[in-house]
């Protein structure tokens, strides 16, 4: 027997994708910021000055993807606290 608390959702993945990604739109933004962070960093390897080395390379790419996401999250969690707590906007529940 089911409660009503066990909602079994049936949907396909793309249409989860959408869901998650309207209900957190910087998620979005931290993985475009971190795919771009990674195609600069491929054309950048390409024209590196001669004597750095490839692990110093990565390294400060390593940085600079981390530096894209965790600035993303940092956005959305402000976003989030000032239209809870600052503009007191309610979410409708579902």
Request: proline content about 3%; overall charge positive; charged content about 20%.
């Amino acid at each position: 027997m089911m409660t009503s608390q066990e909602v079994i959702l049936d949907e396909s993945t793309s249409s989860a994708a959408i869901r998650k990604l309207k209900h957190d739109p910087f998620l979005l933004v931290g993985i475009a910021g971190f795919c771009g962070t990674l195609l600069v960093g491929a054309y950048k390897y390409k024209h590196r000055p001669k004597n750095m080395g490839t692990g110093l390379f990565l390294v400060q790419l390593r940085v600079a993807a981390q530096s894209a996401i965790i600035g993303s999250l940092s956005v959305g969690m402000v976003y989030g606290m000032l239209t809870k707590y600052v503009f007191k906007t309610e979410e409708k529940p579902n």
